[in-house]
């Protein structure tokens, strides 16, 4: 075969991926970004797209005076404690320090954002929502790629990395056509492939047993970064550490609203224009719409008598205990299960302070946002024998597992939820890299030619809140150009100099 040539090959067309091939492209370099799906997005691409980031200047012109260090410091309260412990404060005070910088380049290539919004326990606002939705990331960047002459093959997928004399030299790939072809580079390899939540195997060998019927919320999320950069001898950290699993529900067959808006062009510009001057209250509603799409049932609804029944309308879990429930959830046999209320349950969750999902202090979901807004999952009637019917679960087993759960009280209103699955979100996995983002190995030596971002790239950073993945991924990626012409530049001044001496000798 006759290898193809470039300055820097992305592996993974995903947030990170194009944000680091738009870099490289800016910075002069001939870039191959190679992609498994049909199509770039990655798990940025199904997201609600919020970028959280200190010092903006939408935080000025709000008149909201923020740091990076206060951010770095509100970072750590929001993983458990068991989960925080394991940060890398070095690298996260990196990220906070670069992310504001990277949402004004984002908003250089045409995305819009509104906000900030709050989101404790930040102590100030700080999340930025994109416009119209996370899809704009992904055709923005696009679009961006391609003014720089980056080219984007699909249907590619990286299957071994190319190693010469301890240096990563390119990489081998299958195309769409199931064809073994290779790229060689003059300058790196980039790891931009996200994280490895659908991968039941690294989830098992690092996080345990018990897991292995749960999936990840993006099904192509293979780690396939990970496993190159261990083969390639990488260090790897963090590894045990996952977002979930966590109770979703089910996505709607149809596409979300904000997925039918336009990402670019003047309609998109039009629309910025009016999000930004949206009163509270509409913005709330907008967002309690993405809440009953996106977000988790809230665990307190288990502990407030709420109970998981499967299709044989059975109860199969202790509820309250979550990685109980979670596997639960993951081993019947559709690998789902209902919620049912109780009258008792569905008066308390109709009004603060108890919300079925939330995003804290933007919006709250109660009973009847679900039975308006997302009537494919959640339904209401007044007996069992109705709720039976509706669900097609067995109305005999259904009515003994409610009275063994809710005692005398199985009189009406009742509303199911569902049907639930467990899912994995995200892991907080990634290679060690420096601060150029050069990947290093178990001695801690570099690994020459090989680089990461993204979720690859995480360097043992938990980042727990909400819009941090994405602005990480874009920050890296933003960064990773400018770090590859620096070390390019040094090496081309490092073999000028040595013409001479060779010479002499």
């Given at each position: 075969m006759t290898p193809k040539h470039v300055d820097v090959l992305v592996i993974g067309a995903g947030g990170s991926g194009l944000a680091a091939a738009v870099s490289c492209g800016e910075q002069g370099f001939e870039t191959l970004v190679l992609e498994s799906c049909r199509q770039p997005g990655g798990?940025?691409?199904?997201?609600?797209?919020?970028?959280?980031?200190?010092?903006?200047?939408?935080?000025?012109?709000a008149g909201i005076v923020d740091s990076?260090?206060?951010?770095?410091?509100?970072?750590?309260?929001?993983?458990?404690?068991?989960?925080?412990?394991?940060?890398?404060?070095?690298?996260?005070?990196?990220?906070?320090?670069?992310?504001?910088d990277t949402l004004d380049w984002l908003e250089s290539h045409g995305l819009r954002f509104v906000g900030p919004v709050a989101e404790p326990p930040n102590k100030q606002p700080r999340m930025h929502n994109v416009i119209p939705g996370a899809k704009a990331y992904i055709a923005r960047l696009q679009l961006a790629a391609r003014k720089q002459g980056v080219v984007i093959q699909t249907q590619a997928t990286a299957s071994k990395l190319l190693i010469e004399e301890g240096r990563v030299v390119g990489a081998e790939y299958r195309n769409h056509l199931g064809q073994t072809q290779q790229v060689l580079t003059h300058v790196g390899v980039i790891l931009a492939t996200g994280d490895y939540a659908n991968n039941q195997e690294l989830i098992r060998r690092f996080k345990g047993g018990g897991y292995e019927c749960i999936e990840g919320i993006n099904p192509h999320a293979q780690g396939l970064g990970h496993i190159l950069a261990e083969q390639a001898g990488a260090k790897l950290l963090n590894m045990d550490v996952t977002y979930g699993p966590e109770l979703r529900f089910v996505a709607t067959a149809k596409r979300p609203f904000q997925q039918w808006l336009p990402a670019t062009g003047p309609l998109a510009a039009i629309q910025s224009w009016l999000a930004r001057r949206l009163p509270d209250w509409i913005f709330r509603k907008l967002i309690k719409r993405l809440l009953v799409t996106w977000q988790h049932p809230e665990a307190a609804l288990f502990h407030d008598g709420c109970i998981l029944v499967n299709q044989q309308g059975l109860r199969f879990c202790d509820e309250r205990s979550e990685k109980e429930r979670n596997i639960g959830v993951s081993i019947q046999s559709d690998r789902q299960a209902y919620i049912l209320m109780s009258a008792v349950q569905i008066a308390q969750y109709s009004q603060w302070p108890h919300f079925i999902s939330t995003a804290p202090d933007i919006a709250y979901a109660y009973v009847d946002d679900y039975l308006r807004l997302r009537p494919d999952i959640c339904h209401q009637a007044i007996t069992l024998e109705q709720i039976a019917t509706h669900y097609r679960l067995p109305l005999a087993q259904l009515q003994q597992t409610a009275a063994g759960a809710f005692g005398q009280a199985t009189n009406g209103p009742w509303v199911m939820l569902g049907p639930v699955k467990s899912y994995f979100t995200t892991t907080e996995g990634g290679a060690k890299i420096n601060e150029h983002f050069q990947v290093v190995n178990e001695e801690d030596d570099l690994i020459d030619g090989l680089f990461a971002v993204g979720q690859c790239g995480l360097n043992g950073m938990v980042l727990w809140s909400h819009g941090c993945h994405i602005a990480w991924a874009m920050t890296s990626g933003r960064l990773v150009g400018r770090a590859l012409r620096t070390l390019a530049d040094q090496t081309t001044d490092r073999k000028k100099r040595e013409v001479p001496n060779s010479t002499s000798r």
């Open positions: 798990t940025t691409g199904i997201a609600v797209g919020s970028f959280t980031a200190a010092e903006t200047s939408h935080q000025q012109v990076a260090e206060q951010h770095a410091i509100d970072l750590a309260r929001f993983a458990p404690d068991e989960i925080e412990q394991k940060n890398n404060p070095v690298s996260r005070e990196f990220f906070s320090r670069h992310s504001a």
